[in-house]
């Protein structure tokens, strides 16, 4: 770790402004951020703390949905009944990340933007582009079992570790931010960049936009949604692959589906081409089978990843079994 | 009266909950300067180190470098199988990635922290060998040979057994490195006293081992230095050697004119310390149709360091758990661009067990026998490596009581026979063991006012040692538990060798028994202040046996065969090892081995770059090791075992059994529930998923 300045900030307006400046940078829970520190992969001038800031909370909107503060702890939306009876995919993908301790200091704004686990972005002893624009990088051709097989590109197949960010895809959330020139909404789907060139840039925010909260609409699919995710131990691990779905089933048929798929992408991936496979039609096993087929059609695999493509498949498929109530039919 | 045999809770149980317990690291040294490492980002050539910018950082001392460290001792290893070539700031060589290249010595430790990531060096790097299975043509036979015999055996023809055998499974088991990841880092304090004598609070199985290596190193008379450390947080063999940041915080303290403290990272354990070598085992066993083995073959190759030599022992159980006439053993090494390896809990018997008690398995399928059959068809009434009678041997009720535990006799034969709603459900078995060694030790007891101090300088790793010492010393001389105090782990204190190998209460239990012994025949005879010391070296009463500890471990997993996820759901040990001294602490040693063992099917692996020789796995995050999920009920079953001649206390130590043979119990259950055989740890949801 290596010397910086720590501000407190009293007011979102302070907070943006010492967070506009080169080498400044936003630190909540530190569950990401103080990690990374630890270990000089990030060297900042200045950490903004922004948990004195009021943007915590959990509430009904009077449209039907749920506005979950910026700096709502994971733990806290994960127990909301609120969370738990309208957005089963938020409440189960939060309580399968990290582990209690982690989850009662992360908080939902800081886990938009978690940062890659890939362990070459980690080792400041081995090339990474992310890290060091420019530099190369040791994942394409190196140890890849934990990496992406969607979004990837030349430059970067950095997966996006978040449980969190990948049912809040599925369910349409809404971004709140806020910044020196006022205030937007960015949808969830549009926050994160794709590597592509610069894999440097993760996402659209600009430095010193302040994520004040994350809007979940009413919808007729979120209340059958789930989250599934397969790893490496029962509990405490990032997902290998992970689903959320939703499903809204009128008169025998799926008037729509949400799929979104973690653990096999560069960010939360919302797989769109596996919803317009679903929509329209009756549920049924073969049916799940194809939109997976066709959630994965793009994948780009290395040799020790190139299983997370059929795992992802059946991790949509178990997904959506279990959305919709039915049984596996074993082969 | 008798305090062995019963449950005591642990005598330091109070301090460590309390955290009043003084770990190495905790101890308060006034003006302690603070050192951290700087590690190599190549794995093989030369580093030239640039410290500029380091030496001008805020609150830095020193940086020493191989430009300006002190030239010290460098000997060869070779005072014993613990004893390691280090790498010390003596020039500019690079062994392996992560090797210290540099010590920033800082007056805070964030001082030295920052200042270290300031460090840069250019390197000469030349391509570095990674991943054994790539080069086992360079096998070659060891020089080193592993404690507990040579490195090759063989008896009768093996070629004949297997030609005229009527079932032969011939396969390639692969274990991966391992490391061992206790909760405690490795730390070292090094004081100075002038510049002949030397104090080292040390995180240590071996405070003996640590003063030995640091006299030799630093041409110190042996008794100018003193290593402390009176608690160890986990070790499981990673803290049995010398290793290079120890020497580095004596170094750097030197330098200095202060005291430095150095704690390793989390990162540097998993290179600096040692590590489980990866494994190539090849099994070739042959059965006549009754199941009865006509020959085994066991060939292991495991890696080693480009300096220095570690054989990972793999094949020594197969020499003598089961009756044979053709047996042939073999252990080769092959050099890689990679830390040494060393010891790792279960050294040899846990990797290779894994790879005999598998292909065991797959050798009862191939007889349409049940596995439990197969063992008892070919079980061992002596050692068949030494022609010995053993010391004793409850094996055959091991298998039993582990059978009616978990059912085993409703245990459908078939694979994929069994399901529990979505899940197959398999049950697999497995035997272990491991050998029953001690070596002499030195104890020392004063008695006086109805209260004795027991002292030697064994370590307690967190297995108990305390408390069963207190429960032994009390027993000898009559005392109440709380009539005795026992210290550890100082070398000011009676020798005792390295705490490692299951060996601890045979031989620190036996020198304080005997001291013990002694003074309550002084008590007894009106005597009121008594000290004596004795050395525990007499083990005539073993010559002629075979000692081993045993056991039988059983285990049920249900599978989701879709998504590759293996869960073990139920895990049954029945152990005969000898006399228990203390049932509470002997349990929790069983099954923290039982832990490790779904550690090490499952989950555990640490992972080279295969281009740069670098650990991509560098964190508890990445190296998974089985957390409370992944753990369900275990029953430990002790199974009585009076042996008359292992030692004077009848025990056999039990650190590492448990670890031993559950590893493929719990992939043989896995064979059987899902009729895929995974012969390569560990058993990730990439193998595990049914194929496409």
């Known amino acids: ?331 | 009266m008798s305090e062995v045999g019963k449950p005591a809770p642990r005598v330091d149980g109070r301090l460590k909950v309390t955290g009043a317990a003084v770990y190495a690291a905790d101890t308060p040294v006034a003006h302690c300067a603070y050192a951290v490492i700087v590690g190599s980002h190549i794995a093989r050539g030369t580093a030239t180190v640039d410290d500029r910018n380091a030496q001008r950082a805020p609150g830095v001392m020193e940086v020493v470098t191989s430009a300006n460290a002190p030239r010290v001792a460098t000997a060869k290893s070779g005072k014993g199988p613990s004893d390691r070539v280090l790498q010390i700031l003596q020039d500019d060589r690079v062994y392996y990635a992560d090797q210290p290249i540099a010590v920033v010595v800082a007056d805070t430790l964030e001082h030295a922290q920052s200042a270290a990531a300031l460090v840069t060096a250019r390197y000469a790097a030349e391509p570095a060998l990674a991943q054994l299975p790539q080069a086992l043509g360079a096998a070659y036979v060891p020089a080193a040979k592993p404690p507990t015999g040579p490195v090759d055996s063989t008896r009768g023809d093996v070629d004949a057994g297997l030609h005229a055998a009527a079932h032969r499974v011939s396969e390639t088991y692969t274990t991966p490195v391992q490391t061992h990841n206790p909760m405690e880092p490795h730390a070292t304090i090094a004081v100075w006293t002038g510049d002949d004598r030397l104090t080292v609070y040390d995180s240590t199985q071996y405070v003996y081992g640590v003063k030995g290596k640091l006299a030799a190193t630093f041409g110190l008379a042996p008794d100018h230095v003193r290593v402390i450390d009176r608690f160890v947080g986990g070790a499981f063999g990673s803290k049995g050697s010398t290793w290079s940041h120890v020497v580095l915080a004596a170094l750097a303290a030197r330098v200095a004119g202060r005291p430095v403290k150095l704690v390793l990272t989390r990162a540097q354990m998993f290179a600096l310390v040692g590590h489980r070598p990866m494994t190539v085992q090849t099994l070739d066993l042959g059965a006549d149709r009754n199941g009865v083995l006509m020959a085994m073959r066991h060939r292991v190759v495991s890696e080693t360091s480009q300096m220095d030599e570690f054989v990972e022992p793999s094949a020594m159980a197969t020499r003598m758990l089961y009756r044979c006439d053709n047996v042939e053993t073999s252990h080769r090494l092959v050099r890689l661009d990679v830390p040494t390896p060393t010891f790792t809990r279960a050294p040899g018997e846990a990797s290779g067990e894994f790879a005999l008690e598998s292909a065991l398995d797959e050798l009862a399928y191939a007889c349409d026998l049940d596995p439990l059959e197969l063992r008892l068809r070919n079980y061992a009434e002596r050692d068949g490596d030494t022609n010995e009678p053993w010391s004793s041997k409850e094996l055959r009720t091991c298998y039993q009581r582990g059978a009616d535990a978990i059912g085993w006799s409703t245990r459908a034969r078939a694979p994929r026979a069994t399901r529990r709603g979505d899940l197959l459900v398999g049950l697999g078995m497995a035997t272990a063991t491991y050998p029953a060694r001690m070596m002499p030790s030195n104890a020392k007891v004063r008695v006086t006012g109805g209260r004795a101090t027991v002292q030697l300088s064994t370590a307690e790793l967190g297995t108990g040692t305390y408390t069963i010492l207190t429960q032994i010393a009390a027993d000898a001389l009559g005392l109440a538990l709380d009539a005795v105090t026992v210290e550890l782990g100082d070398t000011a204190l009676p020798e005792a060798p390295v705490a490692a190998g299951s060996m601890t209460t045979a031989t620190a239990g036996s020198a304080v028994h005997a001291a013990c012994t002694r003074a309550r025949a002084r008590l007894d005879r009106g005597e009121t202040d008594v000290t004596e010391q004795a050395r525990s070296e007499d083990f005539a009463g073993r010559k002629g046996y075979s000692c081993h500890a045993h056991g039988a471990a059983y285990a049920e997993v249900e599978v989701d065969e879709e998504l590759g996820r293996a869960r073990v759901t139920k895990l049954v040990g029945a152990y005969a090892c000898g006399k228990i001294i203390n049932p509470r602490t002997s349990r929790s040693q069983l099954m923290g081995g039982l832990v490790w063992a779904i550690g090490m099917t499952l989950e555990e692996t640490t992972v080279r770059d295969r281009r740069t020789a670098r650990n991509a796995t560098r964190d508890l995050a990445d190296y998974h090791v089985a957390v409370c999920a992944d753990v369900p009920d275990i029953d430990v079953i002790f199974v009585d075992e009076v042996d008359p001649h292992v030692n004077v206390l009848g025990s056999k130590g039990l650190g590492e059994i448990g670890v031993c043979g559950a590893t493929a119990a719990i992939a043989n259950a896995i064979y059987h529930a899902t009729g895929r055989r995974v012969r390569d740890l560990p058993i990730t949801v990439d193998k595990l998923m049914r194929p496409t």
């Open chain 1, 1 to 331: 770790m290596r010397p910086f300045s720590y501000l407190r900030a009293a007011d979102d307006d302070r907070a943006m402004r010492a967070a506009s400046e080169p080498g400044a940078m936003f630190v909540a829970g530190g569950t990401t951020v103080v990690d990374l520190l630890r270990i000089d992969v990030l060297r900042p001038a200045l950490l903004v703390d922004v948990t004195g800031l009021q943007h915590g909370g959990i509430e009904a909107t009077p449209s039907g949905g749920v506005r979950i503060g910026a700096l709502a702890r994971n733990s806290d939306v994960a127990d909301h009944p609120l969370i738990r009876e309208r957005y089963p995919a938020l409440a189960e993908a939060l309580e399968s990340g990290a582990s209690p301790q982690l989850r009662n200091m992360a908080t939902v704004g800081g886990n938009l933007l978690q940062r890659t686990r890939c362990p070459y972005f980690r080792d400041v002893g081995a090339p990474c582009n992310k890290r060091v624009p420019g530099m190369g990088c040791a994942a394409v051709d190196g140890y890849a079992r934990s990496h992406a097989v969607l979004g990837t590109s030349d430059a970067c197949i950095a997966t996006h570790p978040s449980d969190m960010c990948v049912a809040l895809v599925a369910l349409d959330a809404i971004i709140h931010t806020r910044r020196v020139t006022g205030e937007r909404t960015i949808a969830m789907t549009d926050l994160h960049a794709l590597p592509g060139a610069r894999p440097e840039v993760e996402h659209v925010l600009e430095r010193g936009e302040l994520i004040t909260d994350v809007e979940l609409p009413a919808s007729a699919f979120a209340k059958a949604s789930c989250y599934e995710k397969v790893r490496d131990r029962a509990e405490f691990a990032f997902a290998l692959a992970s689903a959320a779905v939703g499903l809204e089933l009128t008169g025998g048929t799926i008037a729509q589906a949400r799929v979104a798929l973690g653990g096999v992408a560069t960010k939360p991936w919302r797989a769109r081409e596996a919803e317009a496979v679903l929509a329209g039609k009756p549920p049924a096993q073969a049916l799940f089978e194809r939109a997976a087929a066709a959630a994965l059609a793009g994948a780009v695999t290395r040799p020790d990843n190139a299983f997370k493509v059929e795992l992802a498949k059946r991790t949509i498929v178990r997904a959506l079994l279990r959305a919709t109530g039915a049984k596996a039919v074993h082969p």
